[in-house]
Nanobody
């Protein structure tokens, strides 16, 4: 299973950004898909997850600002990020669990300037 995240970049505080992740398997077969992030000097943390296609969970720090979703095609997942803050600056990784194994994409850097 291969994943590729994209859509990162440099934005100002308050702006929005949408991350995309292409997945090499039918995304509707996945039990779990998620976005994680790792800020400089910090541990990787879970940002948002979707289980069984509809059950979503979010880190407290992004609730109400970030939305995880699947694309209309069967190979895309998204993270819509709004009202971005400098504290959201991190490398963002997409992650799926497929047939009991975890797969990770290479990250995409999001930098939010104040």
């Amino acid at each position: 299973v291969q994943l590729q995240a994209s859509g990162g970049g440099l934005v100002q505080a308050g702006e929005s950004l949408r991350l995309s992740c292409t997945v090499s398997v039918d995304i509707f077969t996945l039990n779990t898909m998620a976005w994680h992030r790792q800020a400089p000097g910090k541990q990787r943390e879970l940002v948002a997850s979707m289980n069984n296609g509809s059950i979503t969970e979010y880190a407290e720090s992004v609730k109400g600002r970030f939305t995880i979703s699947r694309g209309s095609t069967n190979a895309l997942m998204f993270l819509q990020m709004t009202s971005l803050k400098p504290s959201d600056t991190a490398v963002y990784f997409c992650h799926v669990n497929y047939l009991g194994r975890d797969y990770w994409g290479k990250g995409t850097l999001v930098t939010v300037s104040s």
